[in-house]
């Protein structure tokens, strides 16, 4: 992925430990101004959507190796050629 003057790289969650992965996600749910609406989620329900999401290729972790973050982000859905 491009952003702006440098490159983010894709992690694929699949390659990531059971730990890592949740620690990840905990951190992406915790961050300060994430809204999921007007529902009350525990941390477990917040997690499990993200997983979810990231399972379906609905969203992606990325690294930016300038800031040395991990972020967790939508995909990009391309239309499906018919």
Known sequence: ???????TVVIPHADLT????????E???LREGT???QEELSLD???AR???QLHRGAA?????PQSQTVDVVL????????
């Open 18 to 25: 059971a730990d890592v992965l949740r620690r990840v996600v």
């Open 1 to 7: 992925m491009n952003d702006g003057d440098h490159e």
């Open 60 to 64: 992606q972790i990325v690294f930016d």
């Open 35 to 37: 809204d999921y609406g």
């Open 50 to 52: 993200v997983m979810r």
């Open 75 to 82: 995909s990009v859905v391309r239309p499906r050629k018919r």
């Open 27 to 29: 951190s992406f749910v």
């Open 45 to 47: 329900q917040k997690v």
